[in-house]
């Protein structure tokens, strides 16, 4: 669905995209919203939202050489957006049924994408 509209992008390690994918299967498999499966999402959607936070707003400023004074700003902002985003996510994660978890792990697979290779 996402590939129909417009929409950005952030690159992972190949590692996250390998383990984020191995975790969806592993949890679709066992298909319960269990505390075990509450806690690997999480870790995993933590991992995907540190990724995409480091992406969106750090990488611009290492494209731009920022000193050390506004990296050292920029990234006290993001570890206050990324506790605020971790309890939140915890407590959605904590009320999930085995069909929202589908759905959650439906969306994250959508989102992973390989890389494309390059035209010749």
Known sequence: MLKQQSHIVAPIPDELRTRALYTVSELKGRGKADKQAIDQLYELIVELTESGLDFFFLEPLR??????????????????????????????????????????????????????????
């Open 63 to 120: 494209r731009l050489n920022a000193g050390s004074m506004m990296m050292g700003m920029a990234k006290m902002g993001i570890s206050s957006m990324l506790k605020g985003s971790k309890m939140v996510i915890h407590k959605v994660l904590k009320k999930l049924d085995d069909r929202s978890l589908a759905a959650i792990l439906d969306f994250i697979e959508e989102i992973i994408h390989e890389p494309e290779v390059p035209a010749r």
